[in-house]
């Protein structure tokens, strides 16, 4: 049995062990010292313990622990360790690669997992609400141009939706398969008022080539989105127009499918958000640290199931707790 304090360390191990995406061609300037990579395992520290600032970070790793010990040389590289500067600025820029491995790991869990089996090999988009931790910021306000408190997170926006009413902050746009295994396989966050179809684009490109149909609710009934997914060799399946019961030749297939749709997103948004507890609101302020810390989950949960699937545990079962004990 794996002891438990030994799981951070192990976790950390597998993101040193998951698929890379391809380096991304640097203009002029000074060199990079430090890769990705290990930002990104700072971001499972920082997730698993929850630490929110780079500070918290440097704090909890100037302990005298048996865990922190064996943590701190996993985060060297080159016999090197980053500044606390290089830790603030690295951090604050890990949300434009985070989309582009998270892509790659799920393309790569997709292929080795194989979450479809014999069923349909579908794609399920959807959107879901994200609260900031600071204060609502009102419409007569924003249009006044003033902050009444310095709680108010002024990058956040309003949304509504049926399920969730009214909201102030941010939407988490996730991509997930619609199978035995939820696997994200896409996502990017948002202000709350950037609309599903106008999202959806920016899944599209990252979703993995065995998929066969795209499935969204009527948010994602769009002529734009239905030809770049035709286009992609893709099918666009969403809700239909008009009275029911509705009569043309695929009913019956668009059924079966919005009921894997129902069965996957929908329950994996619910899932995401009470692991790392997020449901009432997240617990930083701003786009880029929540960008940070969202997308540092779905790219944590990817590595979760990575890590089960190459020891032979149970995949996708008890990660709240796997989390929770490193």
């Not at 290089?86 to 998270?102: K, S, Y």
């Not at 609309?195 to 066969?212: W, Y």
């Not at 609101?281 to 779905?298: D, H, K, M, S």
């Amino acid at each position: 049995m794996v002891r438990h304090r030994f799981v951070l360390v192990r976790l950390l191990k597998q993101v040193d062990a998951a698929p890379e995406p391809e380096p991304v061609r640097r203009g002029p300037g000074r060199p990079v010292t430090f890769s990705d990579r290990l930002i990104a395992k700072a971001v499972v520290v920082m997730l698993c313990r929850r630490l929110f600032t780079a500070h918290a970070l440097l704090s909890f790793l100037e302990q005298d622990d048996e865990v922190v010990r064996s943590i701190r040389p996993l985060l060297h590289e080159h016999g090197r360790f980053p500044s606390r500067r290089t830790w603030e600025r690295r951090l604050g820029a890990l949300p434009d690669d985070l989309p582009r491995r998270i892509a790659v790991l799920g393309a790569y869990l997709t292929a080795v997992l194989k979450p479809w089996g014999r069923r349909k090999r579908a794609v399920a988009f959807d959107s879901t609400a994200l609260r900031t931790s600071g204060g609502v910021w009102h419409k007569q306000h924003r249009e006044a141009g003033e902050v009444p408190h310095t709680s108010i997170d002024t990058e956040a926006g309003w949304s509504k939706s049926g399920w969730h009413g009214w909201w102030y902050g941010w939407k988490a746009h996730l991509a997930v398969t619609a199978g035995r295994i939820w696997i994200p396989v896409a996502a990017f966050v948002t202000v709350a008022n950037v609309s599903d179809n106008i999202a959806a684009p920016t899944l599209l490109e990252s979703v993995p080539e065995p998929v066969r149909w795209v499935l969204g609710d009527s948010q994602y009934r769009d002529p734009e989105l239905t030809r770049l997914c035709a286009e992609a060799g893709i099918e666009l399946v969403t809700p239909q127009a008009g009275a029911y019961p509705h009569t043309d030749a695929k009913v019956e297939l668009r059924r079966a499918l919005h009921k894997q749709r129902s069965r996957s997103i929908e329950p994996f948004n619910g899932l995401f958000k009470a692991i790392f507890e997020w449901n009432s609101q997240v617990p930083v302020r701003g786009l880029r640290r929540t960008q940070l810390l969202v997308l540092g989950a779905v790219y944590l949960y990817q590595i979760v199931l990575l890590y089960q699937h190459e020891r032979d545990l149970p995949l996708a079962r008890n990660i709240k707790a796997l989390i929770r004990a490193a």
